[in-house]
């Protein structure tokens, strides 16, 4: 994947404004309950790779968490730097490809991971980012996977009407059959290509990447095709439900959109086999 690509594709595509909307909202703040479970304690090292626009690291460093913050996009860095300013000095921030980090080994204590995976079709290239991770996380530090889950299409299209437009259909049958999103279409405003996985899939690629202990989480479950999301979401009490919903949701990752796969560096390095 050229990351020329993925700078280009969020030219056109603002990311910024998309945990704006309805659905944004109720993804972030499921998203943090999910990251404050996996944080080790207060002097924890946090590194949100990918991090888009930034709102996860702006949230933690406001927590008082040392927070590496890194994204492909030069536009998303600099963005996040005008609205650090000066305010968060335990807060850090630059432009970093996930295949090739400029992190020392072993710094880490959790990595959030919540964008490079679906943007890279090819699996060697995912593998890489695994990879990567590992080497910076610190012996027993977590790694925070997002994915899409593969039948994320399916289930917007089946909600939204859009099963019945032959483009988009087609594009859907493509990406549950073969995993690669492919958008052809200027009418359809999604990725030109990303990768959506499977459960078993995103766990066996960690696990090949030298992870322990790797388990999945549903971001939302079905709570994001709640209908009229919109106004629903402006109600506390509606909104409060549909994040239980999520919650009671998680063991079943693929009824949602996203899924956050966590893995465990060993604190054993890997020895070769003298055999």
């Known amino acids: 994947m050229d990351k020329e690509a993925i700078i280009d594709?969020?030219?056109r595509f603002n990311e910024d404004e998309r945990l704006k909307t309805a659905y944004g909202i109720l993804e972030e703040a499921h998203t943090r309950k999910l990251i404050l479970k996996n944080i080790a304690g207060p002097a924890a090292s946090i590194f949100d790779i990918g991090g888009g626009t930034g709102p996860y690291s702006l949230w933690l460093g406001s927590?008082?968490?040392?927070?590496?913050?890194?994204?492909i996009v030069p536009g998303h860095v600099q963005l996040f730097r005008e609205r650090l300013g000066t305010s968060e000095k335990n807060v850090s921030c630059s432009v970093q490809d996930a295949r090739q980090l400029s992190y020392n080994d072993n710094c880490a204590d959790l990595i959030i991971l919540n964008?490079?995976?679906?943007?890279?079709?090819?699996?060697?290239?995912?593998?890489?980012v695994l990879q990567e991770c590992k080497r910076i996380l610190k012996p027993s530090g977590k790694l925070l996977a997002f994915t899409i889950g593969r039948?994320?299409?399916?289930?917007?299209?089946?909600?939204?009407?859009k099963v019945f437009d032959e483009e988009y259909y087609e594009m859907t049958v493509r990406e549950v059959t073969t995993g690669v999103r492919r958008n052809q279409s200027s009418s359809h405003l999604t990725f030109d290509i990303a990768y959506f996985h499977t459960q078993q899939e995103i766990e066996a690629e960690m696990l090949d990447a030298g992870f322990d202990a790797v388990s999945t989480a549903g971001v939302l479950g079905p709570a994001w095709n709640t209908p009229d999301l919109e106004s629903v979401i402006t109600d506390e009490k509606k909104r409060?439900?549909?994040?239980?919903?999520?919650?009671?949701?998680?063991?079943?990752?693929?009824?949602?959109?996203?899924?956050?796969?966590?893995g465990v560096k060993?604190?054993?390095?890997?020895?070769e086999n003298p055999a």
Do not use: C, N
């Not at 409060?240 to 966590?262: N, Q």
């Open 9 to 11: 594709y969020y030219r």
């Open 63 to 71: 927590l008082g968490y040392s927070v590496h913050y890194s994204d």
């Open 115 to 128: 964008g490079p995976l679906y943007h890279l079709y090819e699996r060697t290239e995912r593998l890489q």
């Open 151 to 161: 039948l994320a299409g399916l289930l917007y299209a089946l909600s939204s009407g």
């Open 240 to 262: 409060e439900r549909l994040l239980d919903v999520a919650e009671m949701m998680e063991m079943y990752p693929l009824l949602g959109p996203k899924m956050m796969s966590t």
């Open 266 to 271: 060993s604190i054993y390095p890997v020895t």
